[in-house]
Each structure stands twice: as structure tokens, then as C-alpha cells.
């Protein structure tokens, strides 16, 4: 069942919240081998779904999510639960409070299931990087399903539930939810409270949504975003502006983005934009050149915040300690044995490019590139266009194993993505063809002014009819 048909029947009464729990659990069972969930929540999630059960047949008004099954990317806290955040580090941590995410899904009655594996910290394109094992992609379980948002992914693409949350930093909903055929929101930059969500690098984290259909996505997003007062980053979402119907929009496609298109998918996209000629819409072509240093630049301003806020897993503050003789050896030692390869390279990137004598020429350098991306992106919006359409992945998703043998590939895995991070801009990926038992799922990303949401939702509709018309 898709959310829309669950929340009905589950509200009316037609089916219980505790069948839909039961056969959402039965399917992660089911499903283990594909690796999507690192704490399934079986007790919990039936006694949610008990207690909203008693409110309906006592007649009491529930949500407007009421039964719906979700997953959570566990470096999103739900008090007394388990968040490993994918490390060794905290595998035994429990987090003392609740995510406002997390407050408001439950407000309205969506049913938690479990939290989703995920690349150590959120670091990574491919899912490969958790203490906890790979998960797989389940249109070809030889490959991954993309990361770091890897388990929500898997667990909407497994069918196990029909949405997820993810976080972003520099691609992490996108590139899976392309790699695995779904829908992928990153929001604007201070629409959805990071409060609850564990640091990665603050000035660009934001939490993000996967689901099958579009509609679902901006259910969820429209039950999540706005100001919590925990997070002063965080913003009261402004109304939007009248929304366009896609044949009024102008919608830019950037040279940059389509000359760096890998040979055999840019036929499968070009083709999706004829279909949008033919269907109406109208394109132009324009430059974003900051884009060149995409990657760079968020490398460089990501390691520097990554290695500031991972100082506190220090075997003091949080994670587990490994005794040593002295503090500094015992803080050394609890590091050491808690992090993977993947964050102790970056953490060592991150130390360097903030240490004296660098600062300017790397840090500063990256924030100067970020005001440019930033400058770029408004000009477009104001003079050129009304939205951006690219790619979102430079390939089909790789086979397990194949990207984390070199670091440099990994990380240009993001090359299509960071840019709408640096810039704060919201993004989201829709799928550009039917699902089909032959080739593996490739997406597009429109890209829009700051808090353009709605926009994006509705030209992200008008392209999921074009695709779902394709015989
Ligand atoms: N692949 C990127 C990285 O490794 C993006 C991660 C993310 O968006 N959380 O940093």
C-alpha cells in the first residue's frame, strides 16, 4: 500500500495500525540480507501502533500521518533508542532526547519502524563506509544502493516501508534515492530543525526525504520543515509565491553539468528532455562556473567542520573509552579504536586545512568559493532562469567494493550534488524512466531558489506523469 491509501484505511478504522506495523516488520525480516535497518524498533513500533489503534476506536481525532510506517537514518535521535550514527564509536549509545523531526512525524502519528544503516557519520556516496556492513541495492543486490542515506534507500526500494528519512550534506538522499529509483528531497538550508541530528558539517547538514511518488515526499516534508526553537539556524517556512505550471517555467540546464555527463547516460537524458520539448516545456541553456570547484570546495569546508565536531567523541563526552595510561592517551586510544579509515582521513583533512598557516589559503579560500557558488545560483534565479535541471549521478550505482578503493573517485561521486549544498538551495531527484527489469534507474535533479519547495514539488509531478505515461 502507498502512504495516502495506508493513512485512510488506518483512520478510519478499515485496517489496524498494528497489521500494517506487523507486515511492515515481517518484510524487514524478510528482507535482512539487503542490510537496510542497523535497530529495528519490533516492541516499539507495535505499541505505537497499539496505543493509535485504542484512539480510533474510541472515536478520538489522530494525525494526519496516523499508521504510516517510516524509517530513520540513524544519525537522527530518538530518545532512549539506540543512534550508532554507522561508527563503532557510538554503537552502544542511546540518545537521551528526540530529533524535532522525529517529535513532529509522531505528533502526527507516523509510526517509527526502525533506524537505517548509513556510511560512518553520513560520510560517504556508496553506504560502503558503515561499521555495520554494506547494505545492497535491491534492483541488483551486486551493487549498492548509494549512501550515505544507503538503509532508507534500501528500505523504500525493498518495498519494506514507503518513506524514509535521510540527511544530506553533499548528496546523500539524491544519490541513493537515483541509484535506487525513488524520489529524493534535499531541502533548503534551514527548512527542516538539524536539532537531533548528529553534526557532520553543520553549515550545509539538513535532513531529507525518500519515498516511491512525489506526493509522498512533500507529505513528509510538509509535516517536518520549519522553525524549532532548538535550532537557530532553523526558519519559519515562508508561504511560497504563486506556484507555475511547468510549460510557464523557464528552466535552465547548465553547460558545465552536461559537458561533464558521462557518455552513455547523457542518451537516456537527453531523451527525457526531448520528451519534455515535446511535451511543451521550455529550456535554456546556461553557466554555473563555480561549479568546476564543486568538489573541492566542499571537501575542504566539510573536513574542517567534520573534525571540529567530531572532537567530542572522545571517549569522554560521548562514545566508548579504551583505557590508557594518561587522558590524552585514553582520549587517543577511544578515537583510534572507534573510528573508521574513512573518518580519520577526513578528520585529518579537516585538522590541516584549519591549522595556522593554511587557514587563508584553504578554509578561507572554500568559504570565498561557497559566497560565489551562493552569488551564481541567485543570478541565475533572478536574470536566466526559474529552475535548474541536472543530473545526479555521474554513473549506474557501482558494484559493491568497486568506488571505495580509491577516495578521489568517492568523492567526485558527488560532482552533480554538492553544488545545491554549498549554495543552500533546495534539490530534488526524480526518477526519469519506469521502473524496468533491464536497465538500473537513473534520475534528474531540479534545483531552485531558497525555499522553493512547492515549485520543485510541482514540476517534480508534472515530470512523474510524463514518465509514468511511457509504455
Ligand atoms: N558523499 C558525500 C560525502 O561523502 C556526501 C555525504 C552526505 O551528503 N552526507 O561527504
Redesign the pocket.
Known amino acids: 500500500m502507498e502512504s495516502f491509501e495506508i493513512v485512510k484505511k488506518v483512520s478510519s478504522g478499515e485496517v489496524s495500525a498494528v497489521s500494517v506495523v506487523s507486515s511492515v516488520l515481517q518484510k524487514i525480516e524478510q528482507q535482512k540480507d539487503l542490510n537496510a535497518f542497523i535497530t529495528v524498533f519490533e516492541q516499539r513500533a507495535l505499541q505505537k501502533a497499539k496505543e493509535l489503534d485504542a484512539k480510533i476506536a474510541a472515536g478520538k481525532s489522530v494525525g494526519s500521518l496516523a499508521g504510516l510506517p517510516i524509517s530513520v537514518k540513524d544519525n537522527i535521535a530518538i530518545a532512549g533508542q539506540r543512534m550508532t550514527c554507522g561508527s563503532a564509536s557510538l554503537q552502544d549509545y542511546r540518545s537521551p532526547f528526540d530529533a524535532t523531526v522525529v517529535e513532529r512525524l509522531e505528533a502526527e502519528d507516523a509510526i517509527i519502524v526502525g533506524k537505517t544503516n548509513l ?1 560512518e557519520f ?4 556508496t553506504g560502503e563506509y558503515s561499521h555495520f556492513g554494506a547494505s545492497k541495492n535491491p534492483l541488483d543486490t551486486s551493487r549498492v544502493p548509494g ?2 542515506s544507503s538503509g532508507a534507500a534500501v528500505s523504500v526500494a525493498g518495498g519494506m516501508v514507503p518513506v524514509a528519512l535521510g ?6 538522499v539524491r ?1 541513493p534515492a537515483s541509484y535506487c529509483g525513488l524520489v529524493g528531497l534535499k531541502p533548503t538550508y534551514g527548512s527542516v530543525s538539524r536539532y537531533g541530528l548528529a553534526a ?1 558539517s553543520s553549515s550545509l547538514d539538513q535532513i531529507g526525504v525518500l519515498s516511491k511518488t512525489v506526493a509522498e515526499n512533500k507529505a513528509i516534508f510538509d509535516c517536518i520543515k520549519g522553525k524549532s526553537a532548538h535550532d537557530m539556524t532553523s526558519r519559519v517556512y515562508p508561504q511560497n509565491a504563486e506556484i507555475k505550471s511547468g510549460k510557464d517555467l523557464v528552466i535552465g540546464l547548465p553547460d558545465e553539468f552536461f559537458r561533464a555527463l558521462d557518455k552513455d547516460l547523457s542518451p537516456r537524458i537527453l531523451a527525457f528532455i526531448q520528451k519534455m520539448k515535446d511535451a511543451g516545456f521550455r529550456f535554456k541553456s546556461v553557466s554555473l562556473p563555480s561549479s568546476e570547484f564543486a568538489v573541492p570546495t ?1 571537501y575542504v569546508l ?1 573536513t574542517a567542520e567534520l573534525s571540529s565536531n567530531l572532537s567530542r567523541i572522545d571517549g569522554v563526552r560521548y562514545s566508548a573509552r579504551k583505557e590508557a595510561d594518561g587522558v590524552m592517551q585514553m582520549i587517543g586510544a577511544s578515537r583510534s579504536a572507534g573510528f573508521g579509515k574513512e573518518v580519520k582521513r577526513r578528520i585529518m583533512l579537516g585538522t590541516f586545512v584549519l591549522s595556522a598557516g593554511y587557514f587563508d589559503a584553504y578554509y578561507g579560500k572554500a568559504l570565498q568559493a561557497k559566497a560565489n557558488f551562493e552569488a551564481e545560483f541567485t543570478h541565475l534565479f533572478e536574470n536566466e532562469c526559474d529552475l535548474i535541471l541536472a543530473p545526479v549521478a555521474n554513473s549506474l550505482p557501482p558494484k559493491l567494493g568497486e568506488r571505495c578503493l580509491d577516495p578521489v573517485q ?2 567526485n ?2 560532482v552533480f550534488t ?1 553544488g545545491a ?1 554549498i549554495a543552500g538551495i533546495p534539490a530534488l531527484s526524480v526518477p526519469i524512466e519506469k521502473r524496468s527489469q533491464q536497465a538500473l534507474p537513473l534520475s534528474v535533479q531540479i534545483m531552485g531558489n531558497k525555499f522553493c519547495e512547492e515549485q520543485l514539488f510541482a514540476l517534480a509531478q508534472e515530470l512523474e506523469s510524463i514518465v509514468n505515461k511511457d509504455s
Not at 122 to 125: D, L, N
Not at 167 to 172: A, D, F, N, Q
Open positions: 556510511d553520513a560520510m560517504g556516496a549512501g550515505s540527511s544530506e550534506t553533499g548528496g546523500s544519490l557532520f566542499y566539510t568517492m568523492y561521486t558527488d554538492c549544498n
